[in-house]
Nanobody, 125 residues
Framework: VQLQASGGGLVQAGGSLRLSCEAS??????????VGWFRQAPGMEREFVAA????????YYIDSVRGRFVISRDNAENTAYLQMNNLQPEDTAVHYC?????????????????WGQGTLVTVSS
């Protein structure tokens, strides 16, 4: 499966952005892939941010974004989303969407093998 992330940009602190992750190219349905969002800030390791199960019925967030970010998916549109609210300068990073192998769960996060290109989110103070 090929993944393409989009929706990044420059926003002031307290603002919002919605990232999209569009899937294509797999002979298997998008609904069989869990989706995760990761980010990498300048000079930092890439970190896991959020994930959603195949059906969308289960979601997971790291503590620093829980309550501000919402991950969702529309399997009919082959797209996953990350709604980011109340953005802060520390959210500045290149954000990536990724998926594990078909019908594998969203955890552990080191099992993600399909990656989209990143989209840059910059939050000014």
């Amino acid at each position: 499966v090929q993944l393409q992330a989009s929706g990044g940009g420059l926003v002031q602190a307290g603002g919002s952005l919605r990232l999209s992750c569009e899937a294509s190219g797999s002979g298997r349905p998008f609904s069989g892939y869990a989706v995760g969002w990761f980010r990498q800030a300048p000079g930092m390791e890439r970190e896991f941010v959020a994930a959603i199960s195949w059906s969308g019925g289960s979601t997971y967030y790291i503590d620093s974004v829980r309550g501000r970010f919402v991950i969702s998916r529309d399997n009919a549109e082959n797209t996953a989303y990350l709604q980011m609210n109340n953005l802060q300068p520390e959210d500045t990073a290149v954000h990536y969407c990724a998926a594990p192998e078909y019908e594998q769960p969203w955890y552990p996060t080191d099992k993600y093998v399909y990656w989209g290109q990143g989209t840059l989110v910059t939050v000014s103070s």
